[in-house]
């Protein structure tokens, strides 16, 4: 698309209230998965509701895949590998360069989608997760034709070469946080690398999935070299991650789900499995601080956000003790900020969580904490009879680094306060975890950050920001937080396997 057809497409976006509603009234819920290129119904001819917790409604049902199903996928996945994995990296960039522009031309309704299914307030649905979707997809399009295998150099009478082939069928398992953004980090990739993929969303945000994938044919894509399957994780996850035929799983979500698919395939073919995991970071702000309210903003922002659904949530604030009191009363009174709304309504910044079973579970992690020793400085629950699953944010200080509110993932908007001293402090405290994702770091100090950087045991380090990067820059985790990259030119070798090839002349 040109410039001057992307502008034309997103004018004819009316962003206004009465612009989502016209749009949600007009709005096609997808019914059937994507086998094969075809829209289908389960074998069995179960399927589940889909209930948005925006206001319990339902928004439509979804077929539950069998076994059945699976291996049809898998065996139209092999197939579309043949033609797929031929094409040349130039035309498969193409695919996911059309393919860019086609999710442009159809941002509105692909962020309703998601702002129904899962609750995201659909101005960041609209403004952030579907910019970021289409620039991954142009990123990995344009990179088509700029990767180079190796051959190395000096031997006289011999060629060696080292090349990079697609792997064959690639299971993509994804959360409902960034049902786009999440999925599509797989995805382009893995087809630009040239292999067959199919991709089950999770429950709770299957319908964004399913309009991605349609857009992929339309630009081009074979039938099946990307598939959509729907169904719980128990038995539509589990028969993909068993499958022998399956090459590769690659896989965001939580750390539990995470081990257990590793079980899945020492049971099965041994596949690689590579996990982008959970997370409790820490947000260490120092009294040096630059700019201490740009500091205080982000704590607040890095726990609201998204509800707090956010595997690089800023869950563990840390806060040296000279400013504790300071960082604290910001934090809170800029929370107040964080209102929780109508995703529906453009100005809304904090939806629902994203389903009531999780919204009482994090209440009951709240309640836990409330008897920890840690002090709830915050009213957990002011609106309890509201229709839909919101909850605004929580603040706990004085927490117990060991206690569980400074150590179990609660993936909504509950933050842990912690005091500490001295820099040793705040390492000893910020790497007591189980978890290895991200931290932030506040300071003004450069020998201070870059020896906090260093000592953190963690993928992702931000200095003075939070959640920053782009498209260049790998994105992965240590300990029970995975291991594996996404983003970047790293975030393909997963979806490829290299091959020596030893030549005497
Ligand atoms: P989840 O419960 O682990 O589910 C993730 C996906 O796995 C869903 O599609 C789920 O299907 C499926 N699944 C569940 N059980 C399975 C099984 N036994 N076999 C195969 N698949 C199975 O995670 P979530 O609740 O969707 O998302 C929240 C978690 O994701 C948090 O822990 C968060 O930190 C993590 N996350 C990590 C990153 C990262 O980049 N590190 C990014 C975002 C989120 P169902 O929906 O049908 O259960
Ligand atoms: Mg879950």
Redesign the pocket.
Known sequence: MTPAATATATTTDDLSYEGWANKTSALEIPTGMLIGGESTAASSGDEAPLISPRDGAELGRLPLATEADINRAVIAAKLSFKTWSRYSPRERGLVLLRWADLIEANRQELALLVALEMGKPVSTAYEIELRTTIALFRWYGEASDKLMDESPRGHHNSVALITREPVGVVVA??????PLT?AALKVAPALLAGNAVIL?????SPLSALRLAELGLQAGLPPAALQVVT????T???A??MHHDVATLA????????L??LR?SSESNGKPVYL????KSPHIIFDDAQDLDKAIDMAAWAIAFNSG????AGSRLLVQKSILNEVVAGVVEKLKAWVPGDPLDPATKLGPLSSERHRREVLKEIAAGATSGATLITDPDPVPDRIGSYLQPSVFVDVDPDSRLAQH?I?GPVLAVTAFTDDEEAIAIANNSSFG?AAGVWTSNLNRAHRMSRQLAVGNVWINCYEEGDLTTP?G?RKL??YGS?KGLHGLEKFTTLKTTWIEL
């Open positions: 398992i994804a959360p409902w946080n960034f999440m089950k969303p999770a429950s709770q169904g719980s994780g128990a539509t996850g589990a993909l991650a896989f965001t979500g939580s750390t539990e789900v995470g257990q698919l899945y982008e995991l959970g997370g659904q956010m595997c690089t993932e993936f994702l994105f985790g937080s995975g996404d």
